[in-house]
């Protein structure tokens, strides 16, 4: 018997071990055939590191049916379901596992990397993360994964997660289209290799991250807005799995991609156009090196932790697990508040910076305080 207390299976046909997220995982299936498919899934995730698994996956014959059911640990997650349920459902538990006990800051997020540099695509379910970087994918680049990215200690690095990207019907279709005309990928069943799509970086492998997309779907020509570092860091840190367990590492890592990476919110309708534009984008952001420069040291008292973007600044408060994001005004404002200044002679302050008369200030600086009072970001 294993550690779950499946038998041993140094019989079975199909056995692949494999690495997401830092966690080992255990594939099992008495099917040949399926083992097969499972195989081309996860070849760039198969790995022999070695350690208990976090999760064993097993894949049997529901009785003398041609349906399937699917076991995690010994416990039955899924029931007489077909062969493309059976793979969609171990696809969807090794993620799940992985993101629960990694112990790194995880990004809701795909990424596909451009030699030494990688681009971010950073977004809720449905935004069109899956099918971009399947597209990029096709378009030759790297794939690092669709939806769930570790960001490196060694910041501002992404590592791959090359699990087989889920995809819907349309998603199917169109890429089929893009691909021209590719018969393997219209008939993946939702989970496609990527192997499919073309090449895949190893599993764990780390790439700087030199672009930051944030895509969003709409009827139209492709768009780009740029975000600033700041809107870039609270969009990282808005898409993770784990950000407040990881609270102050957290927030250094998704500072230090947002000081170096360039961001944008893409909108987007016609594939063939957005990877033109992406690429575009990418070839630009992996010349780019300098890093936005900012000298001071990250602050802390009990509860608060922040680290300064530019000239804002992103302040996590341990205390209700929120993130804020100030500009670079209330920066000031809050650092002078912070110090013990009052309204006018913070209004003294920033009036020998400006040039403004103090008493112009002050409904702005009060309202600010306010703000920051109603948000415990003041002791």
């Given at each position: 018997m294993n550690a779950f207390g499946f038998p041993d299976r140094t019989g079975t046909p199909f056995v692949l071990r494999g690495l997401s997220l830092g966690m080992r995982f255990e594939l099992q299936c008495d099917e040949p055939v399926l083992g097969t498919r499972i195989e081309e899934l996860y070849a760039a995730c198969r790995s022999d590191r070695l350690g208990?698994?976090?999760v064993v996956i097993r894949i049997e014959r529901a009785g003398?049916?041609?349906?399937?059911?699917?076991?995690?640990?010994?416990n039955r997650e899924?029931?007489?379901?077909?062969?493309?349920?059976?793979?969609?459902?171990?696809?969807?538990?090794?993620?799940?596992?992985?993101?629960?006990?990694?112990?790194?800051?995880?990004?809701?997020?795909?990424?596909?990397?451009?030699?030494?540099?990688?681009?971010?695509?950073?977004?809720?379910?449905?935004?069109?993360?899956?099918?971009?970087?399947a597209a990029l994918t096709i378009a030759g680049l790297d794939y690092m994964g669709d939806d769930s990215v570790a960001v490196s200690a060694t910041c501002p690095r992404v590592k791959s997660n090359p699990k087989p990207p889920a995809l819907d019907d349309d998603a199917?279709?169109?890429?089929?289209?893009?691909?021209g005309n590719h018969d393997k990928i219209r008939r993946a069943g939702g989970v496609v290799g990527p192997a499919d799509l073309g090449r895949a970086l190893a599993v764990d492998d780390a790439r700087d991250v030199a672009l930051v997309l944030r895509p969003h779907y709409r009827p139209g020509p492709t768009s780009l807005t740029p975000?600033?570092?700041?809107?870039?860091?609270?969009?990282?840190?808005?898409?993770?799995?784990?950000?407040?367990?990881?609270?102050?590492?957290a927030l250094g890592r998704v500072a230090a991609i947002a000081r170096r990476a360039r961001a944008f919110?893409?909108?987007?309708?016609?594939?063939?156009?957005?990877?033109?534009?992406?690429?575009?984008?990418?070839?630009?952001?992996?010349?780019?090196?300098?890093?936005?420069?900012?000298?001071?040291?990250?602050?802390?008292?009990?509860?608060?932790?922040?680290?300064?973007?530019?000239?804002?600044?992103?302040?996590?408060?341990?205390?209700?697990?929120?993130?804020?994001?100030?500009?670079?005004?209330?920066?000031?404002?809050?650092?002078?508040a912070s110090a013990g200044l009052d309204v006018e002679s913070i209004a003294q302050s920033l009036a020998r910076d400006t040039g403004c008369d103090p008493a112009e200030l002050v409904?702005?600086?009060?309202?600010?305080?306010?703000?920051?009072?109603?948000?415990?970001?003041?002791r």
């Open positions: 208990s698994p976090g003398t049916t041609d349906a399937y059911d699917v076991y995690a640990n010994r899924a029931g007489a379901v077909t062969p493309d349920e059976a793979i969609a459902w171990c696809a969807w538990l090794v993620n799940s596992h992985a993101v629960k006990h990694s112990s790194d800051l995880v990004l809701h997020a795909a990424a596909a990397a451009h030699g030494t540099r990688a681009v971010v695509i950073a977004g809720p379910s449905g935004a069109g993360k899956s099918t971009l970087v199917l279709h169109v890429l089929g289209v893009f691909a975000l600033d570092p700041a809107e870039a860091a609270h969009l990282l840190a808005d898409q993770s799995f784990n950000f407040a367990t990881n609270g102050e590492a919110h893409l909108e987007f309708d016609d594939l063939g156009e957005t990877v033109e534009t992406v690429l575009a984008l990418v070839g630009e952001a992996a010349g780019d090196t300098d890093a936005i420069a900012d000298d001071r040291p990250p602050a802390r008292t009990e509860d608060l932790w922040v680290e300064g973007v530019g000239d804002a600044a992103l302040i996590w408060n341990a205390r209700t697990t929120e993130l804020n994001v100030l500009t670079s005004t209330a920066t000031t404002i809050w650092r002078l409904p702005e600086i009060t309202a600010c305080v306010a703000d920051l009072e109603r948000g415990n970001l003041l």
